[in-house]
């Protein structure tokens, strides 16, 4: 069974920049869609972002479009690179793996997911 392991969380001042990781072990991420979601405090899970494997075509939600960036490396490497980052972005990022990409990203699709990867942005 698939394994997802994220890293990269942390406390960043407002503007400033996270990469985050996701490594798969057990299977590959090939034919898979790869997401990333987050949950604040109090708040559902919202997807942030997917990136196809077949056709490569990645999704943005409207929050971090032209903020973030996913990206694959290899067969079991997924990132998000993470710029300009706001305080409301803070928030436990999960990477997961199986679902549906599209212009809409939720998470009940996804049968896999990483424990989780804090991210604090405060000044």
């Known amino acids: 069974q698939l394994q997802l392991v994220e890293s990269g969380g942390g406390l960043v001042q407002p503007g400033g920049s996270l990469r985050l990781s996701c490594l798969a072990s057990?299977?590959?991420?090939?034919?898979?869609?790869v997401s990333w979601f987050r949950q604040a405090p109090g708040k559902e899970r919202e997807g942030v972002s997917c990136?196809?494997?077949?056709?490569?075509?990645t999704y943005y939600a409207d929050s971090v479009k032209g903020r973030f960036t996913i990206y694959r490396e290899g067969t079991n490497t997924a990132y998000l690179q993470m710029n300009s980052l706001k305080p409301e972005d803070t928030g436990v990022y999960y990477c997961?793996?199986?679902?549906?990409?599209?212009?809409?990203?939720?998470?009940?699709?996804?049968?896999?997911w990483g424990q989780g990867t804090q991210v604090i942005v405060s000044s």
């Open positions: 990136s196809n494997s077949q056709d490569g075509t």
């Open positions: 997961s793996a199986g679902g549906r990409c599209g212009s809409t990203i939720s998470a009940s699709d996804y049968p896999y």
């Open positions: 057990t299977e590959t991420l090939d034919y898979r869609a």
